[in-house]
């Protein structure tokens, strides 16, 4: 199969999931995505690492940092490249830029969730819930495809593996 021919199959796979997924999500569920994606913006994930280092300063907190700053100066050469424009049906929020692909919140969940998981295996449980709570809620809001938030996951998820891997 040729790359436009499966680039256009993922494309209308993604598109078809995305409408399952709006024609059946309650408003209860969509009134929880919107707290749990703001926890995923950049703002929130900067304070709680500001907080995490002046806490905790030291060895894991910086590591955790690098591990999601690493993921996001991906992501952001990523989305540049890339550039999918976002979902255009089923939209519930403002998106913060016009491209889709990775997912940046995903992309950030992952990374520190990954990250926190190796360093503080303790934490690893709740942090990954949160991740996965992240990254569903960009789709079930309609600001990411799904595909675009598997994308985000896997970067975040590599740039923790290879910082910790390499500096840990």
């Given at each position: 199969m040729s790359t436009p021919r499966l680039l256009s199959r993922l494309d209308a796979a993604d598109c078809h999931v995305l409408h399952w997924i709006a024609r059946r999500r309650?408003?209860?569920l969509?009134?929880?995505?919107?707290?749990?994606?703001?926890?995923?913006?950049?703002l929130f994930i900067a304070a709680a690492l500001a907080v995490a280092v002046a806490c905790r300063p030291g060895?894991?907190?910086?590591?955790?940092?690098?591990?999601?700053?690493?993921?996001l100066a991906a992501?952001?050469?990523?989305k540049r490249l890339v550039r999918r424009s976002r979902p255009e049906l089923h939209v519930l929020m403002a998106a913060?830029?016009?491209?889709?692909?990775?997912?940046?919140?995903?992309?950030?969940?992952?990374a520190l969730a990954v990250a926190c998981s190796i360093l503080l295996p303790a934490a690893a449980l709740p942090i990954?819930?949160?991740?996965?709570?992240?990254?569903?809620?960009?789709?079930?809001?309609?600001?990411?495809y799904p595909f675009d938030v598997l994308a985000g996951s896997a970067l975040g998820s590599a740039a923790a593996l290879v910082v910790v891997g390499l500096l840990g």
């Open positions: 309650a408003p209860s969509v009134r929880i995505m919107r707290v749990v994606t703001r926890t995923g913006d950049a060895r894991t907190s910086a590591l955790i940092t690098l591990s999601t700053l690493a993921a992501f952001w050469c990523i913060p830029d016009r491209f889709s692909m990775p997912s940046g919140h995903a992309t950030c969940a992952w990954c819930g949160w991740a996965i709570a992240v990254s569903l809620s960009r789709v079930v809001l309609a600001v990411h």
